[in-house]
């Protein structure tokens, strides 16, 4: 069989760069193995500010204005609800903390995105020994959600394969790729942290981050916004809260862990005073790149072999803006940013 497209894992970025091909009318076969989870397990939010700083995400406003009408498009299609919008509260640390919130409106590409007026409002159960801060445009996508959905979209097209792929059976014979059988035009590997059993991408400079999260059921927490203080607590409905996220840069599985239990319990202390009882703990490791930015392009010797990685901590917001630019890069020649272009490792 004679396809133009394998792409490699169906996390944001395989789907993502499907949805490019299908709009493009290209044939395509998806490998996914499951040995990653990063998207299944996300907060999946979209936030446009970096709270830590108050400063903005890169290319921010460029980000939302593809990533929102992206995930409604998804919503039609797919007949499901996963973007839902809410407000984030900054609950501040220090006076300090608010006043660099203030400081912030100097900044025009921050500024939108913050409320001017603080929240001063008690929530029952919540520890804000501050006032809280608003950020606006933000929200969340049910990433686990539209995951599964999509591979069911595409498992009814005969678009996808829930296997391994296995790098050793490339055969390159020209410019056409062959692959068990399948005479290819071009390979896209969107593997997440699994790149790194990637022969043709694996020297590109990871330096990925394993998430935890616990969905905890807290019947007299009453909030409907996200809860930003030392770590998140979103709110899912029915008295459930995601809460999260650690970060381990040594611990490279996909389990949950007693250590990350452990040090979640414990900042939610800080956060929250009402009892609550653990529903569930997820785990995943974040594709996170040395300089923070995503990895896109071509193999430097096989021009047929592209990667799409590095999402990081926000491949909500990112991937369908990448996922467009390789596709481009590859079919019309279009240049890459050079920011996001893994040529800026060579
Ligand atoms: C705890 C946690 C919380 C997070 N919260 C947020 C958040 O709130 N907002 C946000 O924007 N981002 C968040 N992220 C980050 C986000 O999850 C990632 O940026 C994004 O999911 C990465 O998508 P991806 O498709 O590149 O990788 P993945 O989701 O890892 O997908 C790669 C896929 O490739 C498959 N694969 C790999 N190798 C092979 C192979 N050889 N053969 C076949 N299949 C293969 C894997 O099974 C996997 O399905 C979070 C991440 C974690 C871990």
């Not at 498992?155 to 790098?167: A, D, E, L, P, S």
Request: net charge positive; glycine share 6%.
């Amino acid at each position: 069989m004679k396809i133009d497209y394998i792409i490699v894992g169906l996390g944001l970025a395989g789907l993502a760069f499907a949805e490019e091909l299908i709009l493009a009318n290209k044939t395509f076969i998806v490998f996914e193995d499951n040995s990653q989870n990063s998207s299944l397990v996300a907060g999946g939010v979209y936030n446009p500010v970096i709270l830590k700083r108050f400063s903005p995400v890169w290319n921010v406003k460029e980000q939302l204005e593809v990533a929102l009408p992206f995930y409604k498009a998804l919503e039609r299609k797919l007949e499901i609800k996963i973007d839902e919008k809410f407000v984030i509260k900054k609950a501040f640390k220090s006076i300090e903390d608010q006043n660099n919130w203030f400081s912030a409106f100097d900044k025009p590409t921050v500024a939108p995105y913050l409320d001017a007026v603080l929240d001063t409002e008690i929530y029952p159960g919540v520890i804000a020994n501050h006032l809280l801060g608003n950020v606006k445009e933000a929200g969340r996508i049910d990433t686990l959600k539209l995951v599964k959905s999509y591979r069911e979209y595409l498992q009814k097209n005969n678009w996808i394969r829930f296997q391994k792929f296995n790098h050793k059976e490339i055969n390159f014979d020209n410019n056409i790729i062959q692959y068990q059988g399948l005479e290819v035009g071009k390979i896209v590997f969107a593997e997440g942290f699994g790149v790194k059993n990637n022969p043709y991408f694996n020297h590109l400079p990871m330096e990925e981050a394993k998430g935890e999260l616990i969905t905890i059921h807290a019947p007299n927490l009453k909030i409907d916004f996200l809860l930003k203080s030392t770590l998140f607590v979103l709110p899912l409905g029915n008295e459930t809260y995601k809460v999260g996220a650690t970060f381990n840069h040594t611990d490279k599985t996909s389990n949950p862990s007693e250590e990350g239990k452990k040090e979640l319990i414990e900042k939610l202390k800080k956060v929250i005073k009402v009892p609550y009882k653990i529903i569930e703990q997820t785990a995943g490791i974040r594709p996170t790149v040395k300089d923070r930015r995503p990895l896109i392009g071509k193999h430097p010797k096989h021009k047929n072999l592209a990667i799409l990685n590095g999402l990081g901590t926000r491949g909500v917001m990112i991937a369908p803006t990448v996922a467009k630019q390789l596709f481009y890069h590859l079919e019309n020649d279009l240049d890459l940013d050079k920011e996001t272009d893994i040529n800026r490792f060579s």
